[in-house]
């Protein structure tokens, strides 16, 4: 059974920063390209970063282009979000979310997801 837990969610000032981690297990992580998506209250889930399952290549929403730094870690089986320059509009659910074909992380029909970890810019 395929599992993705996220972490690192809190409370953060604006211009702030935050890591979140995704820990999946189940799958061999290292054959599968991962992703982020948040969704805010009263919107849509939206594409935030995406990376391919070596981490050669990477895709941004342009919201978050030049402050947000998506990664990877086989070994620990892990993605990660580095997020700088923190934005009371960046405050949402965020998910991770996994898939072997990169272009289902990027459209977000992935076979995985985790439970999400909630976000929160205070301005």
């Known amino acids: 059974q395929v599992e993705m837990v996220e972490s690192g969610g809190g409370l953060v000032q604006a211009g702030g920063s935050r890591r979140l981690s995704c820990a999946a297990s189940?799958?061999?992580?290292?054959?599968?390209?991962a992703g982020w998506f948040r969704q805010a209250p009263g919107k849509e889930r939206e594409f935030v970063a995406a990376?391919?399952?070596?981490?050669?290549?990477?895709r941004y929403a342009d919201s978050v282009k030049g402050r947000f730094t998506i990664s990877r870690d086989a070994d620990r089986n892990t993605v990660y979000l580095q997020m700088n320059s923190l934005k009371p509009d960046d405050t949402a659910v965020y998910y991770c979310?996994?898939?072997?074909?990169?272009?289902?992380?990027?459209?977000?029909?992935?076979?995985?997801w985790g439970q999400g970890t909630q976000v929160t810019v205070s301005s």
């Open positions: 979310n996994a898939d072997e074909t990169f272009d289902k992380v990027l459209t977000g029909v992935s076979s995985s």
């Open positions: 990376i391919t399952w070596s981490g050669h290549s990477t």
């Open positions: 189940g799958l061999i992580f290292a054959h599968y390209a």
